[in-house]
């Protein structure tokens, strides 16, 4: 009575409810998986976390596109949000000596031959900890890092340390480190570690931060897309979390300009790796309610 009502066939409403049905329980799957998968990067983006979803979306059957994806992530209120950096971590008016900008132009073909530096902080109940972080350009590893409860040279000299104590040592190019001008990466003792390690020194020309784009983006990564509101209780806490989160980071997440390589993986290649990135419009991230 109610399909012929609406002129649709018996067999047809059956068939529009059992699809019904079964893209409500796909959306359910789908939901839960992302759930499982944001549980480690709660602010993955939805093009990267897409491609995570992939093999489990063909193991359940589902098929689902990005726009698809953008749209469920919508509807439930799950698209990120990016946010500014708002504690100033650079000093560069300082007497101590600068060192010009060696890498403009420099094309990467494999790991340890560009290391990028930068300082960020986390939030505590007793303050903010500054979080130094020293990234391979190459495979976008973290080989450095140290949380210190000041913003003194000492955890950028620690988190160098880290690095170097890491190198592989392999690679026949000079290893270039490149940072802002800050007094941490000028001062005496982490100069004096660069050049015992044969490690060439590179810095921004200016303020900006696209001289030193990569280091700030990986910050910006750690900050936001891993528990980015959390206010930890103390700096011991803050210290041991962020242990946890870089070695998600490193062995987890995938990058596009890497061609969806974790770090990990992507630092024991050698040779041009290909990028999936490319420049969205603006509507399209308008629509994807990143806010910069």
Known sequence: MVCTLFGVTRQAYYEAEIHERK????????????????????????R????????HLEEHGI???????????????LLIRRRKRLVKTTDSHHWLKKYPNLIVGMVITSPEQLWVSDITYIRTMEGFSYLSLITDAYSRKIVGYALYPTLEAT????ALEMAVNGRRNVTPFILIHHSDRGIQYCSYEYIEILMKANIA??????????????AERVNGII???FFPRKVYQNHKEAKKTITRIIMTYNEKRPHSSIDYLTPEKAHNL???????WKQYSKQEKIKEQILV
């Open 223 to 225: 900050k936001n897309e």
């Open 270 to 276: 050698e040779g041009i790796i290909r990028k999936r």
């Open 48 to 55: 990267k976390l897409l491609f995570q979803l992939e093999p």
């Open 23 to 46: 893209t409500s329980i796909s959306r359910m799957i789908v939901l839960t998986i992302i759930k499982d998968l944001r549980a480690e990067i709660p602010q993955i983006g939805t």
């Open 63 to 77: 098929k689902m596109g990005r726009d698809q994806l953008f749209d469920l992530l919508r509807f439930h209120g």
């Open 155 to 158: 955890g950028c000299i620690e």
């Open 201 to 214: 020194i590179s810095m921004t020309q200016s303020g900006s931060p696209y001289e030193n784009a990569l």
